[in-house]
C-alpha cells in the first residue's frame, strides 16, 4: 500500500456525466468525492435501496434509496457552455490558477471558492 493520495479528476460541485455502466449518458452534480478509494458520489445516479432500520431520526424504519459512489473512471467533466462532455486545462491568471474546458475555453465553475 502507498501512503500517497489517489488523485481524482473532478471536484464537489462539477457538474459530470456517466460515460460508462448502467447509468451511461446521465448528467448529474458530485456530492462527494472519496480520493482513497478513487470514487465519486453523483447526483441521481447509482441509485440503490437500502434497508433501513428504525432510529430516532426516522422511526419508521423502511427501505430509502440512496446514490452509492462510483469509480471516478466513469464520469467526465461536462461543460456547460459547449454542452459536451470535457477534459479540464489550468490557465494560470493574476488571481492564480484556473479551471478551463479543453474544447472551448471557458473557465469551469469553482463552487469551492468563496
Known sequence: MSAAKAKVHVKKGDMVMVITGKDAGKKGKVLQVL???SRVIVEKVNVVKKHQRPTKKMPQGG???IEAPI???NV???CTECNSVTRKS???T???KVRVCKKCGHNLPDQNKK
Do not use: Q, R, T
Open 94 to 96: 493574476g488571481e492564480g
Open 90 to 92: 489550468i490557465k494560470i
Open 63 to 65: 427501505i430509502v434509496e
Open 35 to 37: 480520493p482513497d478509494k
Open 76 to 78: 467526465m467533466l461536462y
Open 71 to 73: 469509480h471516478s473512471s
